[in-house]
């Protein structure tokens, strides 16, 4: 079993910042890819951005290219979320997720994770 917990939501104004965190128990964290997921109400969930289990890739949804940044620190067991130049359209819910195959890609679908954290609130205002 993993456990997953998120922190580093809040409201902010368009333009502002926020970093989310993700820091996790129960397994070797370094070994598994980790991805950000958001969904906003009324919307289906997507996939936000990833990042391999060495760290050495990183993926992003071309929503967010250029403003948001994916890393991890696996002496921490944590990964984070830098969100820059916020729009309101990032409103979301937003959580991180485990695929359970240690060494596997960056999924880029929720059904391939198998973890989930409860989530944080990321609300932005204009």
């Known amino acids: 079993q993993v456990q997953l917990v998120e922190s580093g939501g809040g409201l902010v104004q368009a333009g502002g910042s926020l970093r989310l965190s993700c820091v996790a128990s129960?397994?070797?964290?370094?070994?598994?890819?980790v991805g950000w997921f958001r969904q906003a109400p009324g919307k289906e969930r997507e996939f936000v951005a990833g990042?391999?289990?060495?760290?050495?890739?990183?993926y992003y949804a071309d929503s967010v290219k250029g403003r948001f940044t994916v890393a991890r620190d696996n002496a921490k067991n944590s990964v984070y979320l830098q969100m820059n130049s916020l729009k309101p359209e990032d409103t979301a819910v937003y959580h991180c997720?485990?695929?359970?195959?240690?060494?596997?890609?960056?999924?880029?679908?929720?059904?391939?994770?198998?973890?989930w954290g409860q989530g944080t609130q990321v609300t932005v205002s204009s």
């Open positions: 997720a485990i695929n359970g195959d240690p060494f596997s890609r960056v999924a880029l679908k929720d059904y391939e994770y198998d973890y």
């Open positions: 129960g397994r070797t964290f370094s070994n598994y890819a």
């Open positions: 990042i391999s289990w060495s760290g050495g890739s990183t």
